[in-house]
């Protein structure tokens, strides 16, 4: 008798993407991209850092962004509101021109669109301005972008964010650079150390804001912050590369309280 064909039996389709039976999971499979060398550089220097200067301009801007980064400042945001474009445009070229040879990092303040066109490291965001995620198609997958947050909701946010490289938590007190805002107060900062350590692997930075001077920084650490942001212990002190150095050593765990002046 003549043997009866076999027949054959359907093949599953297997999803688009999808790996086939058996195989090791990261198999010939691609890995996360990998960062640009001047991301990683960036990204580096940002792991790095822990004081933070906010600033207005200022006469020989550059020099003394410089100075101040040297002194052991990490990072130097330009923040002037009210400029055109042209001039906060060259300041944020002079800027990135003093802090680059010292090894810091530049930054400007809510203007993508300026960031796009200069060669600035870093655009911080406040949560009325351009989302993260718009903001990173203006300016492009290499600068580092900071969020302001003042909740515990803005706060989780930030850190579940993809787009956001660090974020700023605050203000802790009631300061003039930002009028009307309440103080969040130090519990804030208790839960974001919880969420997001200081310095641990995986952790994302982030910096503590609004009245932090040499009189506060103890309170504030003692919260397990060890990243700050000061606009006027540096910008108003009388030799601020000084204040800076100081402030710098005693984030680092060295030297004692120093006056802001």
């Known amino acids: 008798m003549a043997e009866q064909p076999v027949a054959e039996q359907p ?21 996360p991209p990998q960062p640009s060398p001047a991301r990683a550089a960036r990204l580096s220097r940002l792991a790095r850092a822990r004081l933070y200067l906010c ?44 802090v680059a040879p010292a090894g810091g990092l530049s930054a400007a303040n809510d203007r993508a669109d300026l960031v796009s066109a200069s060669g600035v490291d870093v655009l911080h965001l406040g949560q009325d301005d351009i989302p993260p995620a718009l903001a990173r198609r203006f300016v492009g997958a290499d600068v580092l972008l900071g969020l302001s947050t003042h909740d515990p909701a803005q706060l989780r946010a930030a850190i579940a964010d993809p787009d956001v490289d660090y974020f ?6 009631p300061t003039p650079t930002k009028p009307g805002r309440p103080g969040v107060g130090l519990g804030l900062l208790r839960e974001a150390a919880a969420l997001a350590p200081p310095f641990a692997d995986g952790a994302k930075p982030w910096f503590v804001t609004g009245g932090v001077s040499p009189e506060t920084l103890d309170d ?42």
Do not use: M, Y
Not at 13 to 29: D, K, L, M, N, S
Not at 227 to 236: D, L, P, Q
Not at 247 to 261: D, K, T
């Open 168 to 173: 700023c938590v605050g203000p802790v007190w």
């Open 55 to 98: 600033t207005e301009r200022r006469e020989n801007f550059g020099e003394f962004a410089g100075l101040v980064v040297t002194a052991g400042v990490d990072i130097v945001q330009l923040r002037h509101k009210g400029l055109e474009w042209r001039p906060e445009r060259a300041l944020l070229d002079e800027l990135a021109a003093g």
């Open 220 to 261: 504030v650490q003692a919260t397990g912050a060890r990243r700050i942001v000061v606009v006027r212990a540096i910008t108003g002190a009388a030799n601020p590369a000084a204040v800076a150095g100081a402030l710098a050593r005693r984030l680092a765990g060295q030297g004692p309280q120093v006056a802001g002046s």
């Open 11 to 31: 093949v599953a389709e297997r999803p688009v993407g999808a790996r086939p039976v058996g195989a090791r999971i990261g198999a010939g499979q691609p890995g």
